[in-house]
């Protein structure tokens, strides 16, 4: 059976077909060695740019196109045994702006995966040594010592001995029988806690280096083949490779990290952390996607009309890992089924447009919307679509903000109406809500039979005419809205009017403190300073916050915290399985 890199490179025969003989004799016989073994690593092939000397040494034979070898076959050991460090220089090309230190680029590494940030990327930490001095670092431990050498390899000792200087260079030790090194660290995609991988240093940053993978030499137990071909490149999903119940611990255990190291909370000051609660849909669950292409290239076609201007489109689909750069996706295995069916059409209808000279903006990318709404995708951000949550029907502009897993939503309105409508701390129930960043109202009218009175405040006008036309679709009478920042709300002498037609008109200021929920869902950068101060002011007996972003969340957390309230739960959702993102509900009652 052919390996699949071999076979890729005998097919690279079009790029071989202009080498000469005499250019393979420059590059095979007065050189110097710089690999002790006698058969290149695919490692080491990778590295190469040049087809056709990649495939020179991999084949030992050049390409004519016909898989037919030349009248100059080259036993496979000689030929790699003759490649010099000059070649290699020649044939990899380092980028312009690549810093060399610590790691000269293409340095290949093995590594432990320590965790992962919440980017999904692996952390690893590795102690080096370049000019007999330790990089400086701001994390210490004690631990075995990598050390680089000259070009390809790393090796690894463990020092049991070390000596002692002035400068931030080296860390001083306490005894003879341990060293204390400052750890450098490297992000790698596509890894798992406790796996041991070989990486490949692509860019340094002031106090890390990025890597890509290369190779898992351990697996962990939790690590499965990706559905999608595209998952380890594209960057819409991080752990595809890893089992679902992995990636929910992984989450959780994210959580607690996070409201422990940004929240500056002790684990005894808070409920531990409750498991990360999904559906079993954990593929085809998205039911909003917003694929992009860059600016589409003009086409000299002389077929077609020279007055036409013909344009073609690159890929159409989302960033990669770690580049900025588009990956295709024709197909995206987490969108639903009739988005992935829309999305084909849309593709083509996208192409073949560009070819007509039809795009409005030729000149600029452009972001796709594809929206699912009940089994209906809808492209135009303006049209109105209609989905339906716990039995209420929310209509909404297509291109708004309203939550994408439909399979999801439903439990995480239930548990903002369960924790805003549990008893107060002394026993009272709660009979007034204010939800801020209401969007749609999704959560003041989800909860609205179980209040007196809800009021939803957001600074998007658009979508608090949506939500006040939510209440009517609803015959929900109870609830009003108002366009303003969520800051606004607290001192706002404006009245609300509560009920149908000519109803009651209500102060915000007049709410009874000791039955008042405050529900929070702001966007990924979390509340304003401003904003927790006067939610502090206004003292509501309860706070329910729900965050896209558990960083910021427990940002806050700390201030109301330490503003008179207590942690009564934390909850993170699966919101969007085989990615990053986190969804989580932390409850807060008053206590003084």
């Known amino acids: 059976m052919t390996d699949p890199l071999e ?16 250019s393979v004799a420059l590059l095979l016989f007065p050189m110097p060695t710089i690999c002790r073994t006698a058969w290149p690593s695919t490692s080491v092939l990778r590295s190469f740019r040049r087809p056709a000397v990649a495939s020179f040494l991999h084949c030992g034979w050049i390409s004519t196109g016909t898989r037919q070898p030349t009248k100059f076959p080259i036993r496979r050991p000689f030929a ?17 702006k690549f810093k060399p230190y610590p790691f000269q680029y293409h340095t290949e590494l093995t590594v432990t995966v320590e965790s992962l940030t919440n980017l999904g990327f692996g952390i690893a930490r590795v102690p080096i040594q370049h000019d007999d001095k330790t990089i400086s670092h701001p994390e210490t431990t004690t631990t075995t010592t990598t050390t680089l050498t000259t070009t390809l390899t790393t090796t690894t000792t463990t020092t049991t001995t070390t000596t002692t200087t002035t400068t931030t260079t080296t860390a001083e030790t306490t005894n003879q029988d341990s060293t204390e090194q400052k750890k450098w660290v490297i992000f790698i995609p596509n890894v798992i806690p406790g796996e041991t991988c070989r990486i490949r240093i692509y860019r340094n940053h002031a106090t890390y280096s990025d890597a890509d993978l290369i190779q898992v030499i351990t697996p962990s137990d939790d690590r499965i083949q990706p ?30 990290e996070l ?15 409750l498991q990360t ?10 039911s909003k996607i917003t694929p992009h292409y860059e600016a589409p290239t003009k086409k000299n076609d002389k077929t077609t009309n020279n007055s036409l201007k013909s344009y073609e489109i690159g890929p159409i689909g989302f960033k990669e890992k770690t580049s900025r750069r588009l990956v295709d996706v ?39 919307l594809l929206r699912d709404a009940e089994g209906v995708v809808e492209t135009n951000p303006t049209k109105y679509v209609d989905t339906i949550v716990n039995g209420l029907t929310f209509r909404f502009q297509a291109g708004n903000f309203f939550q994408n897993n439909p399979y999801m939503l439903p439990k995480m309105v239930d548990l903002v109406v369960s924790a805003a409508t549990a008893p107060s701390p002394n026993g009272e129930r709660m009979t007034h809500l204010i939800d801020c960043y209401c969007g749609s109202g999704l959560f003041a009218l989800g909860s609205s039979s179980f209040f007196d009175v809800c009021v939803g405040i957001e600074v998007n006008s658009k979508a608090v005419e949506e939500a006040k036309a939510n209440a009517v679709l609803n015959g929900i009478g109870n609830c009003d809205f108002v366009s303003a920042s969520a800051e606004a709300i607290f001192q706002s002498r404006d009245p609300v009017r509560v009920g149908m037609d000519n109803g009651e008109i209500l102060l915000v200021q007049d709410f009874p403190r000791d039955n008042t929920v405050v529900v929070v869902d702001p966007p990924r950068k979390g509340c304003s300073q401003e904003f927790l101060e006067q939610l502090d002011g206004y003292r509501p007996a309860r706070v329910v916050y729900m965050s896209c972003d558990p960083a910021t969340q427990a940002r806050d957390a700390n201030f109301l915290v330490g503003h008179g309230y207590k942690i009564v739960s934390v909850q993170p959702f699966d919101l969007f399985p085989q990615t990053r993102h986190i969804e989580c509900l932390a409850v807060f009652d008053r206590v003084r």
């Open 277 to 286: 609660l999904g559906t079993e849909h954990v593929f085809g669950y998205r």
């Open 227 to 256: 559905i999608c071909r595209l998952a380890n490149a594209c960057g819409g999903c991080q752990y595809q490779h890893v089992k679902i119940e992995r990636q929910r611990s992984i989450k959780t255990e994210q959580v607690q």
């Open 80 to 96: 790699f045994r003759a490649l010099s460090t000059v070649a290699s220089e020649e044939i990899l090309k380092v980028p312009n």
């Open 259 to 273: 409201f422990e190291r940004i929240g500056g909370l002790k684990r005894d000051e808070f409920p531990k952390v």
């Open 330 to 368: 024709p197909y995206c295995h987490i969108a639903t089924p009739a988005i992935n069916t829309a999305l084909e059409q849309i593709r083509n209808d996208k192409r073949t447009e560009a070819i007509e000279g039809r795009l409005k903006k030729p000149s600029k990318g452009a972001t796709l």
């Open 7 to 22: 076979r890729t490179l005998r097919n690279s025969s079009e790029s071989m077909r202009s080498i000469s003989p005499s």
